[in-house]
């Protein structure tokens, strides 16, 4: 019979990956599925709709998986400091990687042209105001976003990678 050991880092590494996977795959589902999507839609429905997931998606689970990454991942580098360089090393990328790729552009782009959208009453604007607002957040936002969801990615990659290499024996 096998018995499962888990330490501290091991599940701390677990709960990194496992919270980035999480992150890296809804940044990937929104990038491939949502904003393509979105950009199907004339100026107001476009509008209308991500007003409408801007403010649904700002909920406890998703501050969670979306935030708890970066935090995680440092925790898990402070960790294994002293077990393995190469380890440590390893985890101070992933964690900067998704500090610096996914909650920096988060905060520096799209959340102040979020609030941009957040503002606008749309009941109250004209079409071509429509359609300039829509020009001044769609290519933007998507840029920071494809930042966003490259560097989850590979925070997420270096993580799964890192879970294997802590199986190795002197490392």
């Known amino acids: 019979m ?10 701390s590494l677990l709960v990194a990956t496992l ?5 890296a795959g809804i940044l990937f589902t929104w990038a491939n599925a949502v904003t393509t999507g979105l950009a199907r839609l004339d100026a107001f429905g476009y509008l209308r709709a991500f007003q409408q997931m801007n403010r649904t998606i700002l909920n406890p689970a998703f501050f969670i998986v979306f935030v708890g990454p970066g935090f995680v991942s440092l925790v898990v ?7 393995s360089n190469l380890l440590f090393v390893l ?8 500090f610096l790729g996914v909650l920096l552009p988060t905060g520096a782009g799209n959340i102040p042209l979020n609030n941009i959208l957040e503002k606008a009453d749309l ?3 004209s079409l071509q105001d429509a359609q300039s607002l829509r020009t001044q957040f ?10 966003r969801t ?22």
Not at 163 to 170: C, E, I, M
């Open 138 to 147: 769609e290519v933007r936002w998507n840029n920071f976003h494809l930042i």
């Open 77 to 83: 580098a402070f960790l294994y400091r002293s077990q």
């Open 2 to 11: 096998t018995t499962l050991n888990l330490s501290v880092q091991s599940t």
């Open 91 to 98: 985890l101070l990328i992933a964690a900067a990687l998704y």
């Open 150 to 171: 490259i560097c989850a990615t590979l925070s997420f990659g270096l993580l799964l990678l890192i879970t294997q290499l802590t199986k190795q024996p002197g490392i």
């Open 19 to 23: 919270l980035t996977g999480l992150s």
């Open 123 to 125: 009941a109250k604007i």
